[in-house]
């Protein structure tokens, strides 16, 4: 079992920034896919950005490139989305989910985690 929580959020300014935050426990979390989605209010829950297990490779949906960042810290066991440069369509829900075994293709996709964390609100005022 892997418990995941997220802290970071708030409320920003357009063109801002925030640092996210995702404390797992549990497991090392260095061995699992971590993952950010996102979710505004009457909208489904989207895919922000992945990475790999420890040492593996990076992606991020169209929206965020080049303003948003995932890393690691495993010392940690922590993962974390730097997100600058924010829009008001940024505002939403974000969580961070964890998995182990998944492939590329299934990387974007919900039903690949098993693990998910509580949220933590991002509010970016224009």
């Known amino acids: 079992q892997v418990q995941l929580v997220e802290s970071g959020g708030g409320l920003v300014q357009t063109g801002g920034s925030l640092r996210l935050s995702c404390a797992a426990s549990?497991?090392?979390?260095?061995?699992?896919?971590v993952a950010w989605f996102r979710q505004s209010p009457g909208k489904e829950r989207e895919f922000v950005a992945a990475s790999r297990r420890s040492g593996g490779t990076i992606h991020y949906t169209d929206a965020v490139k080049g303003r948003f960042t995932i890393s690691r810290a495993n010392a940690q066991n922590t993962v974390y989305l730097q997100m600058d440069r924010l829009k008001p369509e940024d505002t939403a829900v974000y969580y961070c989910?964890?998995?182990?075994?998944?492939?590329?293709?299934?990387?974007?996709?919900?039903?690949?985690?098993?693990?998910w964390g509580q949220g933590t609100q991002v509010t970016v005022s224009s």
């Open positions: 549990g497991r090392i979390i260095s061995a699992y896919t």
């Open positions: 989910a964890a998995g182990q075994g998944l492939i590329l293709s299934s990387l974007r996709m919900r039903s690949a985690y098993a693990y």
